[in-house]
């Protein structure tokens, strides 16, 4: 693994994680003419006269906002928008590297909830698409819901949306493995911020009911007064039918999977030994797990899983955001809804095919054939949800061009990833 400082020499060599290159050739009068002035102003008079043509003569369809303000990056807390930056490129980078996606990274000097619904509304002429990324919760969840209201565009919210997917994803694989039926089990899930409550809402929209969320108070149940808001309301509704009350190391015994995404170290060897026959640990805390992989093994779990590259059954974003926006971005979807996150998750699963095992419950980000596989079957996944619910700008699309080309743009990205790495050498 890098060094401090070998990540703040790379940092300091490349200026960032991201460039922007024309698409076109522009190398001669003609071409300047026909690129610019006098050849763009007919296209502006055509999309004066029809703004649907936006989507027809510009890149708006593929061009995508990420948009933080800071408040919550990563596990370092509210940091602000110019230390949030490097995670926004570095969001930019795989969306392009493994989306196709041309992403900009947007840190606002604002973390008013008003403002920046404000500021998104006035952004969005000129995206296809915006993914809310490091937003403080429940904040987050009241900017994407109103967002996701006001704007006829899909409004992607990674911490809670794609790690819900790719979560629900390992989940499948990792109960086939156990042998286990995912309606008959006991889940639990520790914290409840965008990454909790993303998997609850995909969890209950796949009619699971046995499932107990545990934050920093306690277990969440209807009725408990305690550092409640609506969101956490939300959760108690959906979850713990029988309103148990406890600590997580009392509503995690007897469980059959264990879900953490919370913060580091919170999970014990005893919580998992007193879970049930074949525990299923999924430690999804960043940087730091809620247990070490090695603790959790040694304690007895079946399979494990962390957000780490460096142990197996990494449950990374990367495997869903470029993916899901790709698919959203092809179908014309105007919306995120659960059903496109359910037929994704499926679709991701399915990845593994022959390789599926207890330490590759997922398929690797750093595979290149892996990945192809990956981007077409999860954004095919996604464009048929959208047209199939009519939650697309299009009332029909050929979903098997749409998986063809995700493949097309991968192999693409992955040339220019060489070519430009070998001019910057």
């Known amino acids: 693994m890098p060094t401090d400082e070998d990540v703040l020499k790379a940092y300091e060599t490349s200026k ?13 009068r003609e071409d300047l003419a026909l690129r610019y002035t006098p050849g763009v102003a007919v296209i502006s008079n055509a999309i004066k006269n029809d703004k649907s043509k936006v ?12 948009i933080t303000d800071g408040s919550r990056i990563l596990g370092l807390g509210n940091i602000g928008p110019e230390a949030g930056l490097p995670v926004m490129e570095a969001k930019a980078m795989l969306f392009k590297k493994y989306g196709g996606v041309d992403a900009v990274p947007i840190c606002l000097d604002t973390q008013e909830e008003e403002a920046i619904i404000s500021i998104v509304k006035a952004l969005a ?3 296809g698409g915006f993914n809310i990324e490091d937003i403080e919760s429940p904040k987050c969840f009241r900017i994407v819901d109103r967002l996701s209201k006001e704007l006829e565009i899909p409004i992607l919210h990674d911490d809670q949306h794609g790690t819900a997917m790719v979560a629900v994803a390992a989940l499948i694989n990792a109960l086939k493995l156990a042998g286990k039926d995912i309606t008959k089990i006991k889940i639990v899930i520790n914290g409840a911020g965008a990454a909790g409550m993303g998997i609850v809402r995909l969890l209950s929209y796949m009619k699971i009911k046995n499932i107990y969320v545990v934050d920093t108070v306690g277990a969440i149940y209807d009725g408990r007064k305690e550092r409640m808001n609506e969101f956490k309301q939300e959760i108690a509704t959906l979850t713990n039918r029988e309103k148990l009350q406890g600590s997580l190391a009392e509503i995690a015994e007897k469980a059959d ?3 953490g995404v919370s913060s580091a170290g ?18 999804l805390a960043n940087p730091v797990p809620e247990i070490s992989y090695k603790d959790a093994k040694d304690a007895g779990a079946f399979i494990v899983a962390t957000g780490r590259s460096d142990t197996p059954n990494q449950v990374n974003n990367v495997l869903s955001f470029p993916n899901i926006m790709r698919g959203l971005l092809d179908s014309g ?31 690797a980000p750093y595979s290149a054939k892996e990945m192809i596989d990956v981007l077409s079957s999860v954004a095919s996944a996604v464009a ?7 939650n ?10 749409i998986k063809k080309n995700a493949a097309k743009i991968i192999k693409r990205e992955m040339k220019l990833e060489k070519v430009a790495t070998k001019t910057q050498a």
Do not use: W
Not at 55 to 66: F, R
Not at 267 to 282: H, L, N, R, S, Y
Not at 341 to 359: D, M, N
């Open 55 to 66: 989507y027809t003569y510009t890149g708006k369809p593929n061009n995508v906002a990420i």
């Open 16 to 28: 960032g994680a991201i460039e922007i290159i024309p698409k076109v050739k522009v190398d001669s």
């Open 384 to 390: 048929a949800s959208a047209i199939k619910s009519g």
């Open 257 to 259: 999977v264990l879900i």
């Open 266 to 283: 919170v999970f014990t060897k005893e919580i998992i030994q007193k879970m049930a026959e074949k525990p299923i640990v999924f430690a």
């Open 125 to 127: 002429p000129g995206f």
């Open 333 to 363: 979807a105007k919306h995120v809804d659960y059903d496109m996150l359910y037929e994704a998750s499926k679709a991701l699963a399915k990845c593994v095919g022959k390789e599926l095992g207890v330490e590759h419950i997922l398929p």
């Open 392 to 401: 697309s700008r299009h009332s029909e699309l050929d979903i098997s061009a």
